[in-house]
């Protein structure tokens, strides 16, 4: 210790050129591994960790683009709590993820399972990729074809309906049925990248862990519960902490879709501040709103982690 | 005999066919084997069915795109609906082969950045000691979590106050710190044989030349996982320059089609260009992933299980 730190104070005070020679490797290796990283470290300091303490500051300020900034204290997020639509904004997210997340979950997990029972490989791989294609096309794509399955006189989905002889339903334009809509098509159209990790998950199991359990008389049901469960746990919860985050921040479909109607019946956080952003100038509220967002989100997020440690261990 | 040869084979069918087979009595796994092959092309079928739709929408003749009843089958080809979007029909100024291109440029330029910057991070990370570097590297990991609608407000404010709006900095400086490309490319380099990296030094090779020559051409499918996931991600990508670009022949391809979408919706044929837009903008990720969809399927693995 006591001759490393020797050395550094020489390097201190050697001249550049000998600098090098005189360092001990451990210090080169450190000096090299902050240099390394130094690229990255500038925008991820820049774009990441700037945004952060910005954004609080943001919270408590009324910003103008070209004239004063005041401070307002508490005023925005007495704006986000109060308002009407804020709050129908956070309602509507919340209830959108709770219609999306189980049940998109389970329909994952239960085509992953009928994928890894197919005998042949080269089918396996088939349909993971085939299941994971609709999650490369763009979001905004898959929105536009949807207004189109939706439209009320035009669409795919009523003609289906008019073929069983139910009434055509104005899905998107009913206050009613305009979010369980969007809820439907986040349903249905993004579980790819669900399945693959299911797939994965399940594929590792080890069957020795069956057999044992077998010898001891566990009948398939138990197994289930104390082996598969245990063993995908860690993917599970990964799945659900991720689609709840993709879910509570539903942007595009709302804009492409709907725009927040019919009367706010699909307003969501994502869209209310892109609004409060964007037509209405207010980034206060705008910033109000996403860390208001981001506490609940923490939450939601340790939650899910107490959650899950009570039911397995891991 | 029989039975045992069945329980042989059995043992290397796959976990659940064996259990859900061992529910039924004998003979009977082959028949859950149909079933769920069944059910397999049936959900995929589902999945599948809007974009074969909006795929023949959008190669019908604009007549026959909203006829009731939809005919599920092309009978006339056309690609008038394709010619109409690409002239921006409809639509004031409209350079649709610009916002394309717009996108291609912005999607690379963001992708190499992105390999370019991690690869170094994520070998420094891995391979080298230095003071905080785990709790750095976890600060870093940390943020993949942080949803991005509370910050966007604060990255709007900054890129604006640093005259970023309107060019394509915009679309590109804030995106290259991708924490997720460093946690991806650090968990491969750590797996790397330590034995290279010595011999190498012993060689004479400088760091430099240690991320150069050794771990790039070692990296070469983590590199490729990467870089398709980039590519994709920023072709996709559709809020943020929706938010920074306001110069109509800036846009990217997605921000054009919205708003080509805004200014032609209600009138029943603008569906057809509104599928070949859906279709046009899907063409490269798809290609990108038939071509790469080993990669990016072992890819997601990597980033969910050994988190």
Same mark, same amino acid.
């Given at each position: 210790?006591?001759?490393?730190?020797?050395?550094?104070?020489?390097?201190?005070?050697?001249?550049?050129?000998?600098?090098?020679?005189?360092? @001990?490797?451990?210090?080169?290796?450190?000096?090299?591994?902050?240099?390394?990283?130094?690229?990255?470290?500038?925008?991820?300091?820049?774009?990441?960790?700037?945004?952060?303490?910005?954004?609080?500051?943001?919270?408590?300020?009324?910003?103008?683009?070209?004239g004063v900034t005041e401070y307002v204290g508490l005023q925005n997020y007495i704006d986000v709590v109060s308002t009407t639509?804020?709050?129908?904004?956070?309602?509507?997210?919340?209830?959108?993820?709770?219609?999306?997340?189980?049940?998109? @979950?389970?329909?994952?997990?239960? @085509?992953?399972?009928?994928?890894?029972?197919?005998?042949?490989?080269?089918?396996?791989?088939?349909?993971?990729? @085939?299941?994971?294609?609709?999650?490369?096309?763009?979001?905004?794509?898959?929105?536009?074809?949807?207004?189109?399955?939706?439209?009320?006189?035009?669409?795919?989905?009523?003609?289906?309906?008019?073929?069983?002889?139910?009434?055509?339903?104005?899905?998107?334009?009913?206050?009613?049925?305009?979010?369980?809509?969007?809820?439907?098509?986040?349903?249905?159209?993004?579980?790819?990248?669900?399945?693959?990790?299911?797939c994965a998950a399940l594929l590792s199991v080890p069957a020795d862990l069956y057999n044992a359990a077998a010898v001891d008389?566990?009948?398939?049901?138990?197994?289930?519960?104390?082996?598969?469960?245990?063993?995908?746990?860690?993917?599970?919860?990964?799945?659900?902490?991720?689609?709840?985050?993709?879910?509570?921040?539903?942007?595009?479909?709302?804009?492409?879709?709907?725009?927040?109607?019919?009367?706010?019946?699909?307003?969501?956080?994502?869209?209310?501040?892109?609004?409060?952003?964007?037509?209405?100038?207010?980034?206060?509220?705008?910033?109000?709103?996403?860390?208001?967002?981001?506490?609940?989100?923490?939450?939601?997020?340790?939650?899910?982690?107490?959650?899950?440690?009570?039911?397995?261990?891991? | 005999?029989?039975?045992?040869?069945?329980?042989?084979?059995?043992?290397?069918?796959?976990?659940?066919?064996?259990?859900?087979?061992?529910? !039924?009595?004998?003979?009977?796994?082959?028949?859950?084997?149909?079933?769920?092959?069944?059910?397999?092309?049936?959900?995929?079928?589902?999945?599948?069915?809007?974009?074969?739709?909006?795929?023949?929408?959008?190669?019908?003749?604009?007549?026959?795109?909203?006829?009731?009843?939809?005919?599920?089958?092309?009978?006339?080809?056309?690609?008038?609906?394709?010619?109409?979007?690409?002239?921006?029909?409809?639509?004031?100024?409209?350079?649709?082969? &610009?916002?394309?291109?717009?996108?291609?440029?912005?999607?690379?330029?963001?992708?190499?950045?992105?390999? %370019?910057?991690?690869?170094?991070?994520?070998?420094? !990370?891995?391979?080298?000691?230095?003071?905080?570097?785990?709790?750095?590297?976890?600060?870093?990991?940390?943020?993949?979590?942080?949803?991005?609608?509370?910050?966007?407000?604060?990255?709007?404010?900054?890129? %604006?106050?640093?005259g970023m709006h309107d060019t394509f900095w915009a679309l590109i400086l804030p995106g290259l710190a991708s924490p997720f490309?460093?946690?991806?490319?650090?968990?491969?380099?750590?797996?790397?044989?330590?034995?290279?990296?010595?011999?190498?030094?012993?060689?004479?090779?400088?760091? %430099?030349?240690?991320?150069?020559?050794?771990?790039?051409?070692?990296? &070469?499918?983590?590199?490729?996982?990467?870089?398709?996931?980039? !590519?994709?991600?920023?072709?996709?990508?559709?809020?943020?320059?929706? %938010?920074?670009?306001?110069?109509?022949?800036?846009?990217?391809?997605?921000?054009?089609?919205?708003?080509?979408?805004?200014?032609?919706?209600?009138?029943?044929?603008?569906?057809?260009?509104?599928?070949?837009?859906?279709?046009?903008?899907?063409?490269?990720?798809?290609?990108? !992933?038939?071509?790469?969809?080993?990669?990016?399927?072992?890819?997601?693995?990597?980033?969910?299980?050994?988190?």
């Amino acid at each position: 210790m006591n001759a490393t730190n020797q050395v550094n104070n020489q390097t201190l005070r050697a001249p550049s050129r000998r600098l090098a020679g005189k360092m @001990t490797y451990a210090t080169v290796e450190k000096l090299w591994g902050f240099l390394l990283i130094a690229p990255f470290m500038i925008f991820f300091t820049i774009f990441v960790l700037v945004p952060y303490g910005m954004v609080i500051w943001l919270s408590f300020v009324d910003w103008h683009p070209r004239g004063v900034t005041e401070y307002v204290g508490l005023q925005n997020y007495i704006d986000v709590v109060s308002t009407t639509v804020a709050r129908k904004a956070m309602f509507n997210s919340f209830y959108f993820a709770l219609m999306v997340v189980p049940l998109s @979950t389970v329909l994952s997990l239960l @085509t992953a399972v009928l994928i890894i029972s197919l005998r042949s490989r080269g089918l396996r791989s088939f349909f993971q990729a @085939t299941f994971y294609l609709p999650g490369v096309i763009s979001g905004l794509s898959v929105a536009i074809i949807w207004r189109f399955v939706f439209d009320y006189h035009v669409g795919i989905l009523n003609f289906f309906l008019s073929v069983l002889g139910v009434e055509a339903i104005n899905w998107l334009g009913d206050v009613y049925t305009a979010l369980p809509s969007l809820a439907g098509m986040a349903i249905l159209s993004g579980n790819g990248v669900a399945i693959i990790i299911f797939c994965a998950a399940l594929l590792s199991v080890p069957a020795d862990l069956y057999n044992a359990a077998a010898v001891d008389g566990a009948n398939f049901w138990r197994q289930q519960w104390s082996i598969t469960l245990p063993l995908i746990t860690p993917a599970l919860l990964y799945v659900i902490v991720v689609s709840t985050l993709g879910a509570l921040q539903v942007f595009v479909p709302v804009f492409v879709l709907t725009r927040g109607g019919p009367v706010h019946s699909t307003m969501t956080v994502g869209y209310y501040i892109y609004n409060q952003l964007i037509f209405y100038a207010n980034t206060g509220t705008a910033a109000a709103a996403g860390l208001l967002l981001l506490i609940i989100t923490i939450g939601l997020t340790v939650f899910q982690f107490r959650r899950f440690s009570q039911v397995v261990e891991f | 005999m029989v039975t045992e040869a069945r329980t042989m084979q059995n043992r290397r069918d796959p976990i659940p066919t064996r259990l859900l087979a061992s529910l !039924f009595p004998e003979g009977s796994a082959s028949v859950w084997r149909y079933l769920a092959l069944i059910i397999v092309i049936l959900l995929a079928a589902l999945s599948l069915f809007p974009f074969y739709w909006a795929l023949i929408t959008s190669l019908k003749p604009p007549a026959d795109v909203a006829t009731v009843p939809p005919s599920l089958v092309l009978t006339r080809p056309s690609i008038t609906n394709y010619i109409d979007l690409i002239r921006g029909t409809g639509v004031a100024n409209a350079p649709v082969v &610009r916002w394309f291109l717009n996108s291609v440029i912005t999607s690379i330029a963001s992708t190499v950045g992105v390999v %370019l910057l991690a690869s170094l991070a994520g070998y420094s !990370f891995a391979r080298k000691q230095f003071p905080f570097r785990d709790q750095i590297f976890w600060l870093i990991v940390t943020t993949i979590l942080v949803p991005g609608w509370s910050t966007i407000i604060a990255t709007y404010v900054l890129t %604006l106050n640093l005259g970023m709006h309107d060019t394509f900095w915009a679309l590109i400086l804030p995106g290259l710190a991708s924490p997720f490309a460093v946690f991806l490319f650090r968990q491969f380099a750590v797996t790397l044989p330590e034995e290279l990296f010595q011999a190498a030094k012993i060689d004479g090779a400088g760091e %430099l030349q240690l991320w150069w020559r050794i771990t790039l051409p070692l990296s &070469r499918p983590v590199i490729a996982t990467l870089a398709i996931f980039t !590519f994709v991600a920023h072709w996709n990508d559709f809020l943020w320059p929706l %938010l920074v670009l306001n110069k109509q022949n800036l846009y990217t391809l997605p921000v054009g089609v919205s708003v080509i979408m805004y200014q032609i919706q209600g009138a029943g044929p603008s569906y057809g260009i509104g599928m070949a837009a859906a279709i046009l903008m899907s063409v490269l990720p798809i290609i990108a !992933f038939l071509i790469m969809q080993k990669q990016m399927i072992e890819g997601i693995t990597i980033g969910s299980l050994k988190g």
